[in-house]
């Protein structure tokens, strides 16, 4: 039913699905971080107050989620049922055979992990190993990653190379012709390539930590 506690509740699951509070959401989506707080869904004398169409789109966009999913969580307020993602090691994804030519996972050589929430079905997982990319991600984290979101500057990003690498980044600068990434970890040296060095980028949409 399309009423505003339903409405309120549907941001509440977009926001625990994508493993944010209510602030952080807010933050993620461009917004004041207490948009999205209890305090702010009635007024002092009980008026009760709707988000903005503007707030909801910037909420998918930032997540990643779809109009389809949002008003299902406003319809029955259940969280999408979790599907199963491949999943490999970062330091296995350089090899032959784990992407086709679009960086989309072949599947035949994953390992699988179940994860709710996400529309691409071309999402997969890596699982990091090492200290590179301290404090931000650790060893034994997974990250999920999304072939199909739009990279931006200041993204996580999961990059391969021409040739064979492949590396969990920041994208610090996109041109026409060049590619600057930031490493998390200060002791490991930022990278540049141009372009035709690039086979494909990906969005870090999530991390198990």
Request: one cysteine or more; glycine letters at 8%; proline letters at 4%.
């Amino acid at each position: 039913m399309l009423n505003h506690a339903n409405i309120w509740k549907a941001i509440d699951q977009i926001a625990a699905v994508y493993a944010h509070s209510v602030s952080d959401l807010a933050k993620k989506s461009g917004l004041d971080a207490t948009t999205f707080n209890k305090s702010k869904r009635q007024s002092r004398g009980g008026k009760l107050r709707w988000p903005s169409t503007e707030s909801v789109a910037k909420i998918l966009d930032a997540t990643g989620a779809d109009m389809h999913e949002f008003m299902s969580y406003v319809e029955n307020g259940q969280k999408a049922p979790p599907r199963n993602i491949p999943l490999i090691g970062l330091a296995q994804a350089g090899a032959d055979g784990y992407f086709d030519d679009a960086g989309y996972p072949t599947r035949g050589c994953w390992d699988e992990i179940s994860f709710p929430g996400t529309t691409d079905h071309h999402a997969f997982a890596l699982e990091i190993s090492g200290d590179s990319m301290d404090p931000v991600f650790r060893d034994g984290d997974i990250v999920i990653v999304s072939p199909e979101e739009s990279v931006r500057r200041g993204d996580r990003v999961v990059v391969k190379t021409t040739g064979g690498e492949v590396m969990a980044k920041v994208l610090k600068r996109q041109t026409a012709g060049r590619i600057e990434l930031s490493s998390f970890n200060p002791a490991h040296e930022d990278r540049e390539f141009s372009t035709n060095e690039i086979v494909w980028i990906h969005r870090i949409l999530w991390a198990a930590q």
